[in-house]
């Protein structure tokens, strides 16, 4: 039992739901009490009305009697199956938007470990945790109603026969027990394959363009068939499993019904059982079988759930980034300053920033320069908080930034990155991205204060040109240009350029240069540029003198 204990963390999630839960689980109640009489009355139907009495006007009662229980135990199952149904599409959603929310809170240096598309199987497993709340598996649960009235009614009917049918059950889990060792890490083994295979999908769907212009083809397909190799193994393996398990149950089941019927057959012939009783019996002996092999088989069906709750839970337990930085950042930026601080994104390798010594404040404009791959990026990340140094510290404001919650910091900074991510919607919802407070004629005031509209004008559609996920459509100058406005539409205390004007023409850069030497609404301002920009800087860092061993 205890490796199903998983199940109880799904109980804050039930919380919301109970009514739901209680009325659904009352209603299947009622239909497995509304069916217990049906068999009975079959047999008394046979027995007396047809073999006894003979009688057409019994007849026709009874079934009138007989086919309003089953509309009864219809109308009342669909309804609550259907409440079922509601609660199991609630549950898994909600699931999945506290998946979706705290993967957005991980830090960076666990996500840029891990493949998208990896991390996108792990959140569509969890779908299967519904399966537990799906109305079949509920009525296995409630199967165990079902079970005792007929047990209550089958003793009525013949003890003798009821003995012989129980002490067949044994004989179910018996057969079960033998072969469950192994499913729960075939099923694991499955699920991890799935999930390594939805990252090679995303890999192809995301690189499809450089897999056509390198003739990629084959070798992604290379890796794509041994990903799908191990899950199409771990599959059959899982599938085998299930299936041996059906059939054996099955075959258990046949032969207790024949030799049920062998005993019957014998009590029938030597007048000890009548046809009708025999008839109300089976159809009890059925219910008891049924009931039965559910159980038996709630094992194959609930180990796939338990896994995908850990797995789920496995995620919801990682740290979030900002778990231990507890401070707001609630006054404006003035300073940062690097004191010692080195950084390397993998434990064993050299360090990519080595002992940087640094101050920017207030007026200052500062040009980043280096190497590629001198840490200019992974500067400007550490300052954002989406990295941590390794050693040394990062003073906001002389504070450390190590407690300082992370959204506080961002909120303060606007930042034209390297590849510029656009979102799927308009050149304007992509410019007022996360920006609530602000609206169309913010934006366009701000064009038109900087004299920016012949910029906007070259989009097709202007401020409404749609734009398709992660800027396709759009040139890398026009998403700068996005993302530039972005940047500076809400007043911020820190602007960052990181090579973002690399892909701008000389006319736009030039506009833009001059926008930020022009204007002081920002209290820092630092620059990535390989190239000697036509720009006042009053300081510079070049990161090639941090290399470690430099
Ligand atoms: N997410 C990451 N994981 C591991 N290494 C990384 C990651 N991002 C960048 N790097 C490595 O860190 C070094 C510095 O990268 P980056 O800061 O982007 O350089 P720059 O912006 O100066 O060209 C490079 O060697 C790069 O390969
Ligand atoms: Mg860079």
Redesign the pocket.
């Known amino acids: 039992m205890r490796k199903y204990k998983s199940l109880i963390k799904l109980v804050p999630y039930m919380k919301n739901y109970k009514m739901l839960i209680i009325l659904g689980t009352l209603g299947l109640i009622a239909s497995s009490l509304i069916y217990a009489p049906i068999p009975y009355l079959i047999g008394y139907i046979i027995d007396k009305v047809l073999l006894k009495n003979k009688n057409y006007y019994q007849l026709y009662y009874f079934i009138f009697i007989l086919a309003l229980l089953y509309i009864l135990r219809y109308t009342v199952s669909l309804v609550s199956k259907a409440l079922f149904i509601k609660f199991q599409n609630f549950l898994i959603n909600n699931i999945r938007l506290e998946l979706i929310d705290k993967i957005l809170e991980l830090p960076?240096s666990f996500l840029?470990?891990q493949e998208k598309g990896y991390i996108l199987g792990r959140v569509s497993e969890s779908g299967n945790i519904g399966t537990l709340f799906s109305p079949q598996f509920i009525t296995i649960f409630l199967c165990i109603f079902d079970f005792i009235l007929a047990l209550f009614m089958m003793l009525s009917l013949s003890v003798k026969l009821t003995f012989i049918v129980c002490i067949t059950i044994p004989i179910y889990f018996f057969t079960v027990k033998n072969s469950s060792n192994n499913f729960h890490k075939i099923t694991k083994a499955a699920f991890e394959n799935k999930a390594v295979l939805d990252a090679s999908t995303f890999e192809i769907l995301n690189g499809i363009e450089e897999i056509k212009i390198l003739n990629g083809k084959s070798t992604q397909l290379g890796r794509y068939k041994t990903n799908l190799h191990n899950l199409i193994d771990s599959s059959i393996k899982q599938n085998k499993y299930i299936m041996f398990f059906t059939e054996n149950i099955s075959l258990v089941d046949d032969l207790s019904t024949v030799f049920i019927l062998l005993i019957s057959g014998i009590m029938i012939l030597n007048g000890h059982l009548t046809i009708g009783t025999y008839t109300a019996f089976t159809n009890y002996m059925i219910q008891i079988f049924g009931t039965t092999r559910s159980f038996t088989g709630l094992g194959v069906m609930l180990e796939p759930i338990c896994i995908s709750i850990d797995r789920v839970q496995e995620i919801m337990d990682l740290d979030s980034e900002d778990s231990c930085r507890n401070e707001d950042l609630t006054e404006e930026i003035l300073s940062i300053r690097f004191e010692e601080l080195s950084f390397k994104?993998?434990k064993n390798t050299q360090n990519?920033i080595n002992n940087l010594n640094f101050e920017i404040n207030k007026g200052d404009r500062v040009l980043l320069s280096?190497?590629?791959?001198?840490?200019?990026?992974?500067?400007i990340?550490i300052i954002l908080g989406l990295y941590f140094p390794d050693k040394g510290k990062l003073l906001i404001n002389n504070r450390n930034s190590f407690g300082i919650s992370t959204k506080s910091i961002r909120k303060r900074i606007g930042i034209v990155s390297?590849n510029v991510f656009l979102f799927k919607g308009s050149v304007l919802e992509n410019i007022l991205y996360a920006q609530n407070d602000k609206n169309r004629q913010d934006v366009v005031n701000l064009i038109s204060k900087y004299n920016l509209e012949k910029y906007i004008n070259n989009f097709e559609n202007k401020l409404d040109t749609i734009i398709t996920q992660n800027g396709s459509g759009v040139s890398g100058g026009q998403a700068q240009l996005i993302a530039f406005l972005r940047a500076i539409l809400t007043k911020k205390d820190v602007i960052i350029l990181?090579?973002g004007t690399s892909n701008l023409d000389s006319d736009t850069k030039k506009v833009i240069l001059n926008v930020l030497e022009e204007s002081n609404f920002y209290n820092i301002l630092i620059i990535?540029s390989h190239q000697k920009e036509s720009f006042h800087f009053n300081k510079f860092i070049n990161?090639n003198q941090y290399k470690e061993n430099s």
Request: charged share 25%; proline share 0%.
């Open positions: 960076m840029s470990n994104y993998n990519i280096g190497d590629n791959g001198t840490g200019k990026s992974t500067l990340k390297q990181d090579e990535i990161l």
